[in-house]
């Protein structure tokens, strides 16, 4: 493996021999058997631990080993502790994606304060067709299934090409120690139970499945090449610059077919999703808009227009659970009362004890939904804003108010069945928008 591994920097990542490289390294398997090959192939790496203090005492552990890999290999060694529950609570997302987010984060601070030209992460095969199913469950277009790439601005995955039985034999030969995950172990997490339950049997149907699959993947991913440069050479005949937005002629749009297809390529990029809406856009009458979380477009006559949303989206606020008075975005009076009094839109009373804090102010999103209160199952907030014959200002300007991520009153209009109060609420809360 070791000569497979120095051919292929040779002969593909050349520009890695050139540059200091900060190698992301955990201390599992494949990022130390990772290190180990890059320092045995002569390449100079500093090693960058993340310790996301989820496992307790493993994670410490983790990162005293590798502490211990750095004094052994004579390397240098950054590890940082995050907060990765507390963050993953106030920006509304899971645990995967805010350790990435933490970790990503952190590497382009190092990238400076090391004087390191790229970060090494240690994704192996295995992982790109855990990727590719995850993507392939979920439903996806070429992008989703063309695989991790191997590079991707500052951020190189040197391992593609190898299968982690490769990285396990190695190890073994080379007598490299690692640390075991037992989260891996785990299937709670989507891609564990790929990794446990599916991928197995698919490699007992076929002994070559594995080298199958990535010589599918190469092909796709040179025939999405192909495809992004013909979409590319259609934007730039068909986007029109106007005033800071985008004009595109709706006679030139239906003209290409398949259709949905060249939507997805041109506007893709904008953070649009719902696609039939997208394409009502080219019949519909003068004004009608579908919106993404970053952009919207507007048929206007023979156009389309896209534009960038200049509201506040995409920023959050938050309420602790000490606040009594918000300003910002919208303002807000918080009071711990005995008994609810008169209702009106602009208040409501929620369940105190149901709510974890802090709160989170934040614009909608595509997808959000809540329960509204006095009704039976959940509505998207788009619908709600439809039923409410929002216009697109007032859309822009709406605040949610949430607990992690769900929400719990759509400011000044409806509260959410799920924190109401009833015969079991001890505490309560009153929220009031003071207009």
Same mark, same amino acid.
């Given at each position: 493996?070791?000569?497979?591994?120095?051919?292929?920097?040779?002969k593909?990542?050349?520009?890695?021999?050139e540059? @200091?490289?900060?190698?992301?390294?955990?201390?599992?398997?494949?990022? %130390?058997?990772? #290190?180990?090959l890059c320092l045995a192939?002569?390449?100079?790496?500093?090693?960058?631990h993340?310790?996301?203090?989820l496992?307790? #005492?493993?994670?410490?552990? =983790?990162?005293?080993?590798v @502490?211990?890999?750095?004094?052994q290999?004579?390397?240098?060694?950054h590890?940082?502790h995050?907060?990765?529950?507390?963050?993953?609570?106030?920006q509304?997302?899971s645990?995967?994606?805010?350790? @990435?987010?933490?970790?990503?984060?952190?590497?382009?601070?190092?990238?400076n304060?090391?004087?390191s030209?790229y970060?090494?992460?240690?994704?192996?095969?295995?992982?790109s067709?855990?990727?590719?199913?995850?993507?392939?469950?979920?439903?996806?277009?070429?992008d989703?299934?063309?695989?991790?790439?191997?590079?991707?601005?500052?951020v190189?995955?040197?391992?593609?090409l190898?299968?982690?039985?490769?990285?396990?034999?190695?190890?073994?030969?080379?007598?490299? +120690?690692?640390?075991? +995950?037992?989260s891996?172990?785990?299937?709670?997490?989507?891609?564990?139970?790929i990794?446990?339950?599916i991928?197995?049997?698919?490699?007992?149907l076929? *002994?070559t499945f594995?080298?199958n699959?990535?010589?599918?993947?190469?092909?796709?991913?040179?025939?999405?090449?192909?495809?992004h440069?013909?979409i590319?050479?259609?934007?730039? #005949?068909?986007?029109?610059?106007?005033?800071?937005?985008?004009?595109?002629?709706?006679?030139?749009?239906?003209?290409?077919? *398949?259709?949905?297809?060249?939507?997805?390529?041109?506007f893709?990029?904008?953070g649009?999703?719902?696609?039939? =809406?997208?394409?009502?856009?080219?019949t519909?009458?003068?004004?009608k808009q579908?919106?993404?979380?970053?952009?919207?477009?507007?048929?206007?006559?023979?156009?389309?227009?896209?534009?960038?949303?200049?509201s506040?989206?995409?920023?959050?606020?938050?309420?602790?659970?000490?606040?009594n008075?918000?300003?910002? *975005? %919208?303002?807000?009076?918080l009071?711990?009362?005995?008994?609810? =009094?008169?209702?009106?839109?602009n208040?409501?009373?929620?369940d105190?004890?149901?709510?974890?804090?802090p709160?989170?102010?934040?614009?909608?999103?595509?997808? =959000?939904?809540f329960?509204?209160?006095?009704?039976k199952?959940?509505?998207?907030?788009?619908k709600?804003?439809?039923?409410?014959?929002?216009?697109?200002?007032?859309?822009?300007?709406q605040?949610?108010?949430?607990?992690?991520?769900?929400?719990v009153? %759509?400011?000044?209009? @409806?509260?959410?069945e799920?924190?109401?109060?009833d015969?079991?609420?001890?505490?309560?809360?009153?929220?009031?928008?003071?207009?």
């Open positions: 493996m070791f000569l497979k591994f120095k051919e292929h920097i040779a593909n990542l050349p520009f890695l021999k540059e @200091r490289l900060l190698l992301a390294c955990s201390g599992g398997l494949d990022s %130390v058997v990772l #290190a180990h192939t002569g390449l100079d790496i500093v090693l960058a993340c310790n996301f203090k496992r307790g #005492a493993e994670s410490n552990g =983790d990162e005293d080993f @502490r211990k890999l750095g004094r290999w004579g390397v240098e060694v590890a940082k995050f907060e990765t529950e507390e963050y993953a609570r106030n509304g997302v645990i995967q994606m805010a350790a @990435r987010d933490l970790r990503y984060k952190w590497f382009v601070e190092l990238l304060s090391t004087g030209g970060v090494l992460t240690a994704h192996h095969a295995d992982d067709l855990e990727t590719f199913l995850i993507n392939l469950s979920r439903g996806t277009g070429i989703g299934l063309s695989g991790i790439p191997e590079i991707n601005g500052k190189v995955r040197p391992l593609l190898f299968s982690q039985k490769e990285l396990l034999e190695y190890a073994k030969s080379e007598n490299v +120690d690692w640390r075991e +995950d037992s891996n172990a785990s299937t709670k997490y989507l891609r564990n139970k990794r446990h339950q991928v197995p049997v698919l490699k007992e076929h *002994p594995l080298q699959f990535l010589n599918t993947q190469k092909n796709l991913s040179q025939s999405n090449s192909i495809l440069n013909s590319n050479e259609l934007k730039a #005949a068909l986007l029109q610059s106007s005033n800071g937005d985008i004009k595109i002629k709706i006679e030139d749009l239906q003209q290409l077919k *398949p259709l949905e297809a060249y939507l997805y390529g041109l893709n990029e904008f649009f999703t719902e696609w039939e =809406d997208v394409k009502g856009l080219l519909t009458t003068s004004g579908v919106f993404s979380p970053t952009h919207r477009l507007l048929k206007d006559r023979d156009y389309l227009i896209l534009s960038k949303l200049e506040n989206t995409g920023q959050t606020f938050y309420v602790h659970a000490k606040d008075r918000i300003e910002q *975005p %919208v303002k807000l009076l009071e711990d009362v005995r008994s609810m =009094d008169k209702r009106d839109k208040v409501v009373f929620l105190k004890e149901k709510l974890n804090f709160l989170v102010l934040r614009n909608w999103i595509n997808g =959000d939904y329960y509204p209160f006095g009704m199952g959940k509505k998207k907030v788009s709600f804003f439809k039923d409410e014959k929002m216009d697109v200002v007032s859309k822009e300007k605040w949610l108010l949430c607990s992690d991520n769900e929400i009153w %759509v400011v000044g209009k @409806r509260a959410d799920r924190f109401k109060v015969d079991s609420t001890r505490q309560i809360l009153k929220v009031t928008q003071i207009t």
